[in-house]
């Protein structure tokens, strides 16, 4: 089974601050890499698939990158809304199987 | 509006059995793999189980093989997942998920909390 690895697992950032969170594969899955983002007692919100492409509605401060076993979500200026959990997902696995990160909480220094 | 609302979870003791449902509206359900995602209190995201848009493959993450069942009705647009021999670490909020073909999940429930103790 592919291991999704995230860092840092928990951080504190202030509003205007560029925020970047890594997810490592345990071996290699292309650009089959999703970002969510998921507040308390909230389902998940995809915010980015295929490791860079920007779902629909999601805020451009958003961008993803990485390709292979290494990829970065950044925010480029933090807003009060993005305190939340950020999670990775594979999916070059799939359907057989699917790992998500241990997820990295964004919290207000 | 794209909608996926799960019921069915509820406080079951150990060994005992359960079925969750989700009922899907506002998008072509049977065109989306579905999956159950499952997140134990305080923990992380874990994919549970996914079936095929016309049911024919199912695919399970190995704790809940031979326990769990997942099932679709696409003229009721509905999904299902059976439960049995509960253990107290199936407790979690369970989410019904959408795959529209990304590979990511691009539509979620609210979830449905099951909690499994004596």
């Known amino acids: 089974d592919i291991q999704m690895t995230q860092s840092p697992s928990s951080l504190s950032a202030s509003v205007g601050d560029r925020v970047t969170i890594t997810c490592r594969a345990s071996?290699?899955?292309?650009?089959?890499l999703h970002w969510y983002q998921q507040k308390p007692g909230k389902a998940p919100k995809l915010l980015i698939y295929?490791?860079?492409i920007l779902q629909s509605g999601v805020p451009s401060r958003f961008s993803g990158s990485g390709s292979g076993t290494d990829f970065t979500l950044t925010i480029s200026s933090l807003q009060p809304e993005d305190f939340a959990t950020y999670y990775c997902?594979?999916?070059?696995?799939?359907?057989?199987?699917?790992?998500f990160g241990g997820g990295t909480k964004v919290g207000i220094k | 509006e794209v909608q996926l609302v799960e019921s069915g979870g509820d406080l079951v003791q150990p060994g005992g059995s359960l079925r969750l449902s989700c009922a899907a509206s506002g998008f072509t359900f049977s065109t989306y793999w579905m999956s159950w995602v499952r997140q134990a209190p305080g923990m992380g995201l874990e994919w549970v189980a996914n079936?095929?848009?016309?049911?024919?493959?199912?695919f399970y993450v190995d704790s809940v093989k031979g326990r769990f069942t997942i099932s679709r009705d696409n003229a009721r647009n509905s999904l299902s997942l059976q439960m049995t021999s509960l253990r107290a670490e199936d407790t979690a909020v369970y989410y019904c998920?959408?795959?529209?073909?990304?590979?990511?999940?691009?539509?979620w429930g609210q979830g449905t909390m099951v909690t499994v103790s004596s």
């Open positions: 295929a490791a860079s």
């Open positions: 071996q290699s899955i292309s650009y089959y």
């Open positions: 079936i095929e848009e016309d049911g024919s493959e199912k």
């Open positions: 997902q594979e999916s070059y696995s799939s359907p057989q199987a699917l790992s």
């Open positions: 998920a959408g795959t529209s073909g990304t590979g990511a999940f691009d539509i």
